[in-house]
């Protein structure tokens, strides 16, 4: 068994925007461009954005002019929430989103998922945490059950070290079921 340093693996918040996620086919294939690049998702779900967790999301943009066109659209309709991991989780996923702006991303990274998916500024197809600090704060909202410091204490130590696996009824990623000894455990 191979172990690797401890917390190789970051996680980050992803969203397909409502606009997006209405195209089935559009979620299937960000959801596998997901998985061959390499992502654990850990949590995944599909809903409505209510209009008090897309202020608290955007809260930042309010005194913008684009702000309530934003918003609006956020709650339009069913949005993909998703909690991934690994290696670089936050560059890796704004590098597949590609530029925010979908005209610029259509022309200096025309594989993006912007590129492919958005139609505009605002309806660009997807959305991601952009530091640290915002993926704490946006996978609290998105997530509230999911405990960021729990997950590296007690799970991340199987999905770095390959004991994991996606089960097709829930969507997700999820640990094998072997035993870590404590020292190991406490090793990492």
């Known amino acids: 068994m191979k172990f690797f340093p401890p917390h190789t693996l970051e996680l980050t918040l992803a969203l397909i925007k ?32 209510t209009l008090d967790i897309a202020e608290k999301m955007y809260s930042v943009h309010k005194t913008k002019p684009f702000y309530i066109r934003l918003v609006s659209m956020m709650t339009s309709g069913p949005a993909e929430s998703f909690v991934l991991a690994r290696e670089n989780a936050i560059k890796h996923w704004r590098t597949m989103m590609g530029p925010t702006r979908v005209l610029e991303s259509q022309y200096t990274h025309p594989y993006s998922l912007r590129s492919l998916y958005g139609t505009s500024n605002t309806r ?65």
Request: contains cysteine.
């Open 18 to 49: 409502p606009h997006a996620a209405q195209i089935p086919p559009v979620v299937q294939k960000i959801k596998e461009s997901l998985i061959t690049n390499g992502y654990f998702i850990l949590r995944w779900r599909r809903d409505i954005i």
């Open 124 to 188: 660009n197809a997807t959305h991601g945490a952009d530091s640290l600090e915002s993926m704490k704060n946006e996978v609290s909202i998105f997530f509230p059950d999911f405990d960021v410091d729990a997950w590296y204490e007690d799970e991340e130590v199987y999905f770095r070290n390959g004991y994991s696996k996606f089960d097709e009824d829930l969507q997700i990623h999820v640990k094998e079921d072997i035993a870590f000894p404590d020292i190991i455990k406490n090793c990492n």
